[in-house]
């Protein structure tokens, strides 16, 4: 069974890398998945965890809290690994370090064709609630400071 741990920037880079681009393709810049990583460490929130099966990257789940909700990014489950309960896993390890900072509602977005990935959230607890999901890009995606 994997090992779900804090994500590794020597370990795991590469891994979750690859894996985001199997995974999600990223297409857009904001997305890029070498800058999402740095920009993740610089909030030293340790919410970004990995699925560790003896080496091998298997999964991923990173939150967010801001104080008032807990967020959900980027749960991803390596194809190999999928219908074994690695997700649900990865989302209640998530779920458990949000409400350990006392987050009371958690949010996740997906894109609307996503129903098997809604399906899988549903399984969890999760509903979908009738909101205007809006968002504003910044197109220039700038390195955080200090960060090449
Ligand atoms: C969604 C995802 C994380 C699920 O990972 P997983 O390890 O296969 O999930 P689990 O094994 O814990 O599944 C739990 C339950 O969710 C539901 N479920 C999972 N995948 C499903 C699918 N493709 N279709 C329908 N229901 C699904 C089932 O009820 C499943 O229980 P069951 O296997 O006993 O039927 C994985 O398929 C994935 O990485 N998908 C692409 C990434 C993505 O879109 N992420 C969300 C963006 S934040």
């Not at 390596?78 to 690695?86: E, I, N, Q, V």
């Not at 350990?100 to 958690?106: D, E, V």
Request: charged share 20%; proline share 3%.
């Amino acid at each position: 069974m994997s090992n779900l741990r804090e994500y590794n920037d020597a370990a795991d880079r590469q891994q979750v890398i690859a894996l985001w681009r199997t995974v999600f393709g990223y297409e857009t810049a904001h997305n890029d998945p070498a800058l999402a990583i740095a920009k993740k460490l610089r909030a030293h929130d340790h919410l970004f965890f990995v699925a560790d099966d003896q080496g091998r990257l298997a999964g991923t789940a990173m939150a967010g809290y801001d104080g008032h909700r807990g967020w959900l990014y980027a749960i991803a489950v390596h194809p190999d690994c999928r219908r074994t309960g690695l997700g649900s896993r990865l989302v209640r390890h998530a779920e458990q370090a949000l409400a350990s900072l006392g987050c009371m509602k958690i949010n996740l977005q997906l894109l609307a064709s996503n129903e098997a990935t809604a399906a899988f959230y549903k399984s969890l607890g999760y509903t979908v609630e009738p909101r205007i999901s809006m968002g504003k890009v910044f197109h220039e995606n700038v390195s955080p400071h200090g960060v090449a």
